[in-house]
């Protein structure tokens, strides 16, 4: 009886391997972008990209574990949600009293050590940010908030 249990788990476990989630490869860096609302610095840019971008824009770069589903289905959750909290690539989209909120949260998560999330640090290091990096990113967000129009 165990055995066949065994085999309908590993059976199932193959099965869901062909089922796969929509992955985020959008455009990047488009006519909704955040720079083209605010400035921001290529030193900030750069910072955003490698600890925000994954969850927070159009163009996620999947690991390859992302491969392995439910792995897959969690990972593309998580973007989603990601995107639909916030999303540099359709920045310009947002009303103003929302895209300057969307600052504020982005100042207050970092001031917080909130993200990156701790889940998110575990497998991408480069990502987790130095005090300086998140000063320097807290700094940029309260003062770009002036600029939304």
């Given at each position: ?5 065994l ?89 103003s ?14 001031k ?15 990502a ?22």
């Amino acid at each position: 009886m165990m055995k066949k249990i065994l085999y309908v788990i590993i059976g199932l476990l193959l099965v869901i391997q062909f089922i796969r989630p929509e992955e985020n490869r959008g455009e990047s860096g488009g006519p909704h972008a955040l720079q083209n609302v605010v400035d921001v610095p290529d030193t900030v840019l750069a910072v955003l990209k490698t600890s925000c971008y994954d969850c927070h824009s159009n163009t996620t770069v999947y690991p390859w574990y992302t491969n392995v589903q439910p792995v897959g289905w969690w990972l593309a959750n998580h973007v989603s949600e990601g995107k639909r909290e916030l999303n540099f690539d359709e920045f310009k989209t947002y009303p103003s009293k929302k895209a300057i909120h969307k600052l504020e949260e982005t100042a207050d998560v970092i001031k917080e050590n909130e993200m990156p999330l701790n889940s998110y640090l575990l497998i991408h290091r480069t990502a987790k940010l130095t005090e300086a990096q998140k000063q320097m990113v807290i700094d940029w967000a309260q003062q770009a908030q002036m600029q939304v129009k």
